[in-house]
Structures are given as structure tokens and as C-alpha cells.
């Protein structure tokens, strides 16, 4: 048995996108219309033959991507005045831009200008409650007969509300775990153009686990070590000659570098 390591860097190379597989070179530019280096393909200096292994050795990434965005379905807020038989009505919908919360009162006086905008009737409000926890709350008592419901998605998940432990009261709703802006508590790295027999976490596509510990805005991971082993087994002996790589975030949603760059090494077991 033999492993190679081989180190892969974004910075200053020449990629090619999954859509396209156009030449780029990484310029600066604008995160929806520049090339995206976490859905990438690599080229090996050598082809490799007979792997039977693909290990991640380490990973080191730049935080770029907004932890409020749309592609995750983490920008949208629905709240209801009525729910039966799991059906809710009287729905009332506000989606906000792409943007990184760092402040949990921020997020929430965005949230409140959006609904007073759209819907100023509703007189929706947002809040930390004194158990610490976010609440919603309305005085709009004709629009509002009895409950605030949350109808759920990845922001209201982000915000603490979870249908099962919601603490509800009239015209008032107190989400039942606490909220939490660094939603992104790990990523998922995934090779698309190989045959391997890993089962996908939570039916997403995952070949390599990467926890997002870092605080400074980099992840610094180390992937080989001994007490957190990681590799993939493949299932076919084709020839391997490019690597195509794809991030996405924890619901199983693809993320966009935002032109920054990225590194990662990987070992080829023979």
C-alpha cells in the first residue's frame, strides 16, 4: 500500500466550472457572476491508476459566504394566523438579502422593518425574550385571534423556533431553543466523478465532513490525524486524471466561494 499526497490550490490556477468547463482564471469580481472555486475541477499532474482510497489530509478555507442567503432558504421569515389539520393560512412572507449577521438585534431589526414595510397592519415584532430566547410577538388583536405561527424554514431554524417545543401564547410566540447566527457548523466536500461506496449524511451529497471551528474567519483542518480519520473507498479502478469538487452547507445546499481562494491536500492510496 502507498499513499500519495497531493496539494490542491485555487490561488493563481487555471479551473474549470461544472456548467460550462470554460478556462477561468480566479479574478476579482462579483460572487454570482465570477467563477465559483468551490464547484471546480482539478487536474492531477499524473493520472492515477488503481486507487482504492481517497484520504482528506487537510483542508484551509475563507469564510466568504453570507450566513443569511437564499440559495440555502436562509433569507425567509412566514408567520400565520391560522393552523389546522397541518395546513397554515393567513400567511404573511418577508425574504431578506444576502448578508453575514453578526449580531443577533441587527438581524432582528432587519426582519422587523421588513414586515413593517410589506405589512403594516400585521404589527410584527421580533425580540429577545427574557429567558434569552426570540421571540414574536403582535398587538394587531383582529388580524391575530389567537397564535403567531412560524412556519418553518432554514432562517426560523436559525432563529431557535421548532414546531415540536414553540412555547405559544395569545398573539405571542417564544421560540423553544435558543438562535444561533453561526448556523454553518460544518460544510460538506464532495468529489463528484468518482464511484465510491460512502453512505451520504443526511441524504446530502458528503463525501468529507469539514467542522467549521475557526473564529478568525479561516477553518484550519486537519482531516488525517488519528482521531478523526477520513477517506473514501472507491468502488471502481478507472483511471483518475481530474478531480471535480463541489462545497455545500449543512441542509445539502451548494455554496459560492465568492472569488476567494481555498486549498486542500488529499492522499491517493494505491
Known sequence: MTIEYLHFDSFNQVYSTSNQFNTYTITAGSSTAGPNSFNTEFSLPQPKHYVKKIHLRSVEIPLGFPNIRANSNLNSITVATTYSGGVYSGLYTITLADKTYRDIN????DINAKFTSLYPTILITFSIASNGFVQVVSTATAIFTSFVYIVQTNLTYLLGFR????????????AGATYQLNIDNFISMYITNVQSSTTNANNTLCHFKIPLNATNGIVYFIGDGNTFQQFINLTSTAVIQKIHV?????????????????SFSLGFEQ
Do not use: E, K, M
Open 106 to 109: 441587527t438581524l432582528l431589526t
Open 163 to 174: 414546531p415540536a417545543i414553540n412555547v405559544l401564547s395569545t398573539r405571542q410566540t417564544i
Open 246 to 262: 463541489c462545497i455545500y452547507d449543512r441542509f445539502g445546499y451548494s455554496l459560492h466561494s465568492g472569488n476567494l481562494d481555498w
